[in-house]
């Protein structure tokens, strides 16, 4: 081999100790030092030196987030004839559940046919937020009979044992109650001059089933005003916005 070849070759392989190895590479008839070295780089045909090559390395694409729109920029944007039926479908809502309750009134012959336990007074057969359904078709209400009843004067109805009853049949039937929880009856919690409840008049049901503790919401709504508000006005807003 002489001279010319000789050089040609060496041009074409290079051998190159790193860490103590020898690594031979050849790169299209070139060798690029800094392809071992960094896996970057690639010999020129016509220059003997190292030129950089651009990487092809491809970084995804970021996404951007998604816009947030506030409740009050989703209502203008809505279409007037779109908010319009979303209001309507709100209102449905309302009276769906307005029909329901007079129907459970009729059927129970009740104006309040669902109330909740809202004291101790019944411990332990009824506790603080039991929900009580009543029953008013029966009106010959017997002595251990738990009944609803309202006083005068007095806008929450309360939810006691009868203890002693009087008349009855052709009589007027007249009830004395108490509570479970309570030592004394409710002669202090009747209308002033009054010592028994009229069965026809006061009673307005008797309980016949309950749920506990699922009235606890509705305590909760009641003491807190605001709490009430802001959930009837995120039902309101819910509906409006929903889009089908």
């Given at each position: 081999?002489?001279?010319?070849?000789?050089?040609?070759?060496?041009?074409?392989?290079?051998?190159?100790?790193?860490?103590?190895?020898?690594?031979?590479?050849?790169?299209?008839?070139?060798?690029?030092?800094?392809?071992?070295?960094?896996?970057?780089?690639?010999?020129?045909?016509?220059?003997?030196?190292?030129?950089?090559?651009?990487?092809?390395?491809?970084?995804?694409?970021?996404?951007?987030?998604?816009?947030?729109?506030?409740?009050?920029?989703?209502?203008?944007?809505?279409?007037?004839?779109?908010?319009?039926?979303?209001?309507?479908?709100?209102?449905?809502?309302?009276?769906?559940?307005?029909?329901?309750?007079?129907?459970?009134?009729?059927?129970?012959?009740?104006?309040?046919?669902i109330v909740v336990v809202l004291s101790e007074s019944m411990e332990p057969a009824f506790w603080r937020g039991?929900?009580?359904?009543?029953?008013?078709?029966?009106?010959?209400?017997?002595?251990?009979?738990?009944?609803?009843?309202?006083?005068?004067?007095?806008d929450i109805p309360i939810v006691h044992r009868v203890v002693r009853r009087f008349g009855g049949g052709d009589?007027?039937?007249?009830?004395?109650?108490?509570?479970?929880?309570?030592?004394?009856?409710?002669?202090?919690?009747?209308?002033?001059?009054?010592?028994?409840?009229?069965?026809?008049?006061?009673?307005?049901?008797?309980?016949?089933?309950?749920?506990?503790?699922?009235?606890?919401?509705?305590?909760?709504?009641?003491?807190?005003?605001?709490?009430?508000?802001?959930?009837?006005?995120?039902?309101?807003?819910?509906?409006?916005?929903?889009?089908?």
């Open positions: 081999m002489n001279r010319s070849a000789s050089k040609q070759l060496s041009s074409r392989t290079l051998i190159v100790r790193q860490f103590g190895r020898s690594l031979l590479v050849h790169h299209n008839g070139y060798t690029s030092l800094k392809q071992l070295q960094a896996g970057e780089a690639a010999i020129s045909p016509n220059h003997n030196r190292f030129e950089p090559q651009p990487s092809t390395e491809q970084t995804p694409p970021t996404s951007s987030p998604p816009p947030t729109h506030t409740m009050f920029s989703a209502l203008t944007t809505l279409h007037p004839r779109q908010l319009a039926a979303q209001v309507l479908n709100f209102a449905l809502i309302l009276s769906t559940a307005f029909m329901l309750w007079k129907g459970l009134s009729v059927a129970a012959n009740s104006p309040s046919p039991d929900l009580l359904f009543l029953w008013n078709r029966g009106r010959d209400t017997k002595i251990g009979e738990v009944v609803v009843y309202n006083v005068k004067g007095k009589k007027p039937l007249r009830l004395l109650t108490k509570g479970d929880n309570n030592s004394a009856d409710d002669t202090e919690l009747y209308a002033r001059g009054q010592d028994y409840l009229d069965r026809a008049r006061d009673v307005i049901g008797s309980v016949k089933g309950y749920i506990p503790f699922v009235g606890y919401v509705t305590i909760l709504l009641s003491e807190h005003p605001w709490l009430k508000t802001m959930m009837l006005g995120l039902m309101g807003a819910m509906v409006v916005l929903q889009r089908e």
